[in-house]
Nanobody, 121 residues
Framework: QVQLVESGGGLVQAGGSLRLSCAAS????????MGWYRQAPGNQRELVAS???????NYTDSVKGRFTIFRDNAKNTVALQMNSLKPEDTAVYYC???????????????WGQGTQVTVSS
């Protein structure tokens, strides 16, 4: 069984910081891209940041300069450091990993359960 387990969400005041973490576990052969998405009420889920196995990163414009994505390939983990948080960052944040699982023929996207981030003004 493959799992992505997130942690680190919570309530913070505007201007504050939070760090989200996500750990992948199970019969993982390899992980390609890992990333963080978010979904606010009434909105579609959107990409926040992604990182590939070589460390190349990509950020949505609204978080550039404030958020940083990290990855530890040895531990199958990805983290998102969020600084200078704004009320509009409030959303449920989801971890996603594109993985090849042992015994399965092709890669697939796997999602975590989501963690709530609330930024008060």
């Amino acid at each position: 069984q493959v799992q992505l387990v997130e942690s680190g969400g919570g309530l913070v005041q505007a201007g504050g910081s939070l760090r989200l973490s996500c750990a992948a576990s199970g019969s993982i052969f390899s992980i390609n891209d890992m990333g963080w998405y978010r979904q606010a009420p009434g909105n579609q889920r959107e990409l926040v940041a992604s990182i590939n196995s070589s460390g190349y990163t990509n950020y949505t414009d609204s978080v550039k300069g404030r958020f940083t994505i990290f990855r530890d390939n040895a531990k199958n983990t990805v983290a998102l450091q969020m600084n200078s948080l704004k009320p509009e960052d409030t959303a449920v944040y989801y971890c996603k990993a594109n993985m090849l699982i042992r015994g399965r023929p092709r890669r697939a996207d796997y999602w975590g359960q989501g963690t709530q981030v609330t930024v008060s003004s």
